[in-house]
């Protein structure tokens, strides 16, 4: 077993609108490992995008313990947040975030740059690796394309190669396959897969899409800010951690191929 990237223990989180506490998430716990391929599924406003903005250091929780990377984010100033999320974490969003205004291959580059990796003696490398990371998406022959000039699907890969160019341990996905037509998603979740499997990055993404889930060999259900199935799959062998209602309590049970203990 590898070892436990993010750990979320006991984990609430509580937003105010006005004057109306909503409870996003309740007495979460969970474990993720590196290397992990992982799906957060259930139905709108059942928690998902709370829990990548926790896990991501976007957020804090109310009460409870989130850590990332051996880091508890409850402790950490804005500054050191900030350079865990950039060094550490990749972002992949539905609507892609490009900048319409510069070409593919300086759409993935950026984030090296904002690194402050311009200088000549990290140029070779950083070029190397810029172009490994557009070829392994499939868009060697697009390089010099701007967004416009793509499709949603081709922009999606842009976006895979840019959340990959810091070499992040942890990659999120928030939904990547919502504006995509079936085909093209499954293409993308092939894609993220290949990552996966090539580069040893953990991925956890968001969906609501039935389709897609079980491509997962870590499956987190969520309902009403509640983990209701928490089930990692190994070859043809998967471990469930039934939760009892209203707990986080994990019951383990084994299943054989064909779903029979």
């Known amino acids: 077993m590898s070892e436990i990237i993010i750990s979320l223990d006991k984990v609430r989180k509580v937003y105010f609108l006005d004057t109306v506490e909503v409870e996003a998430l309740k007495d979460i716990s969970l474990d993720i490992h590196a290397g992990d391929f992982v799906s957060i599924a259930g139905p709108s406003g059942s928690g998902k995008t709370t829990i990548l903005n926790l896990i991501g250091c976007v957020d804090k929780p109310t009460s409870g313990t989130v850590i990332v990377h051996g880091k508890r984010t409850s402790d950490l100033d804005d500054d050191s947040l900030t350079e865990l999320r950039h060094k550490s974490i990749g972002f992949i969003f539905q609507s892609f975030n490009l900048i319409p205004v510069l070409n593919i291959r300086e759409n993935v580059e950026l984030p090296l740059l904002l690194d402050g990796r311009s200088g000549s003696e990290h140029k070779a490398d950083r070029k190397d690796w810029v172009d490994y990371l557009i070829e392994s998406v499939g868009l060697k022959d697009r390089m010099l394309h701007k967004p416009a000039e793509l499709s949603g699907g081709q922009r999606q890969r842009v976006a895979i190669a840019r959340a990959l160019v810091m070499k992040p341990a942890i990659v999120l996905a928030d939904e990547p396959t919502a504006n995509l037509d079936s085909a093209t998603g499954e293409s ?74």
């Open 188 to 261: 993308i979740l092939r894609l993220m897969r290949h990552m996966n499997e090539t580069l040893g990055t953990t991925f956890i993404f968001s969906t609501h899409d039935p389709d897609i889930v079980e491509e997962a060999d870590h499956l987190i259900r969520l309902r009403d800010g509640r983990i209701v199935e928490d089930r990692r799959i190994h070859g043809k062998t998967s471990i469930d951690f039934a939760v009892a209602r209203g707990t986080n309590e994990a019951v383990d049970a084994t299943e054989t191929e064909g779903g029979q203990p």
